[in-house]
């Protein structure tokens, strides 16, 4: 079964920013790697609703899972 959700880097990136945490603060936080979370942000790595990164980063920005992500569209639907 394919994700139906996938991570929204660019939304996370401006409300980490926007919340004053540093990127390694972030990271640590929720437990992955500062560059785990700089992949996430920049759009390389984009982990579905249920990563606990993700949940967990909905927790401390204090934001919806809604809210820091976006439907997956399927690649033959996107051309």
Known sequence: MARSRVT???????????????????????GVSASYLSRIESGVETPGLTSPAVRKLAEVLVMSLDDITVPLVPEAAAS
């Open 8 to 30: 929204n880097g660019r939304v996370i990136r401006e409300r980490r920013e926007r919340a004053g945490i540093l990127q390694a603060d972030l990271a640590e936080r929720i």
